[in-house]
């Protein structure tokens, strides 16, 4: 069996043997879990060495941000997501269940932070990266470490989530952009394709917990015979999300090649008429294309 980690490590497992060998540049981290992993499988490893590889950073950027200016990325997921949407241009190595949480440092990351904000001048710092950034578990602590440096650089702390854990999103947090794309459960299975665990109930529940205090991003698209574009589809979408207590939507669609799906754009006619029917429903309304 051969498997590689989403640090990139190769695991090789020769089934005469038994004999496990990991190889290849990653995270130190990453490697010493799949050691602790294969040991509680019963497998037999001996570790030779785990080579100190560099580790990947947690900020990135500053890139142009249609919405944000220039945005100072900060990688929080690392590759993690629990959905596999369509129309995911980064193509996330690995969809997990949304009880399957992280940590991240927040003191390493608040060093990478001072260092990067030393050579630039962002708009905006943004939690998002590789993945889904509410499954850090200790989002709070982290927040709660990076805010002052940003504050301090007058740019703003914004976040972008697939909504799964929005609602443990920290008040210090200048801006909550969540994702909602669709208002009925077989269309969300089709166009987000989530772990088996998460539900669109779930989303919403999350969402109603924090509904004034977000920007809901909604993306339309065609998935082959499949769409979220319909009149029918949005006016229900439109209902739910003021109903909620939303009240700021970001509508837009595919702009760049999805990495695995099949998603495409919808066009112009379909956007104007998306902004018409969510407008009806006394929602603010803008449109990125
Ligand atoms: S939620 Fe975002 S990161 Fe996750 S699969 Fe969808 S587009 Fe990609």
Same mark, same amino acid.
């Given at each position: 069996m051969v498997a590689v980690s989403p640090a990139g490590q190769q695991v090789e497992v020769d +089934?005469?043997?038994g004999e496990l060998r990991i190889t290849g540049r990653g995270e130190d981290s990453a490697a010493r879990t799949l050691v602790k992993l294969a040991r509680k499988l019963g497998v037999e490893v001996e570790v030779e060495s785990l080579e100190s590889a560099p580790r990947r950073p947690l900020v990135y950027g500053p890139v142009p941000s249609r +919405? &944000?200016?220039q945005s100072l990325g900060i990688? /929080? #997921? +690392?590759g993690v997501c629990t959905q596999d949407c369509?129309?995911?241009?980064?193509?996330? #190595?690995r969809r997990v269940s949304p009880e399957e949480r992280f940590e991240i440092d927040p003191t390493t990351l608040a060093e990478e932070l001072r260092t990067a904000l030393g050579d630039c001048r962002p708009d905006a710092v943004t /939690? !998002?990266?590789?993945?889904?950034?509410? /499954?850090? !578990?200790?989002l709070e602590e982290v927040v709660e470490e990076i805010a002052p440096l940003v504050e301090r650089a007058g740019a703003e702390l914004v976040i972008l989530t697939n909504s799964t854990w929005v609602s443990e999103c920290p008040a210090e947090l200048d801006r909550i952009i969540a994702s909602l794309d669709c208002a009925r459960e077989d269309l969300y299975r089709r166009i987000n +394709? #989530?772990? #088996?665990? &998460?539900?669109l109930d779930h989303l919403v529940e999350q969402l109603e917990a924090v509904s004034e205090d977000v920007t809901v991003e909604v993306l339309l698209c065609r998935v082959g015979d499949v769409t979220n574009a319909g009149p029918d589809h949005l006016r229900e979408l439109a209902g739910l999300l003021s109903g909620l207590g939303v009240r700021e939507v970001q509508l837009n669609t595919v702009s760049r090649p999805p990495a695995r799906g099949r998603a495409e754009a919808v066009g112009e006619g379909g956007l104007a008429r998306a902004r018409r029917i969510l407008r009806d429903e006394g929602l603010r309304v803008e449109v990125y294309r």
């Open positions: +089934r005469d043997s +919405r &944000l200016g990688d /929080l #997921p +690392r369509e129309y995911c241009s980064v193509g996330v #190595p /939690l !998002a990266g590789v993945g889904e950034p509410t /499954l850090c !578990a200790n +394709r #989530p772990h #088996p665990d &998460l539900s």
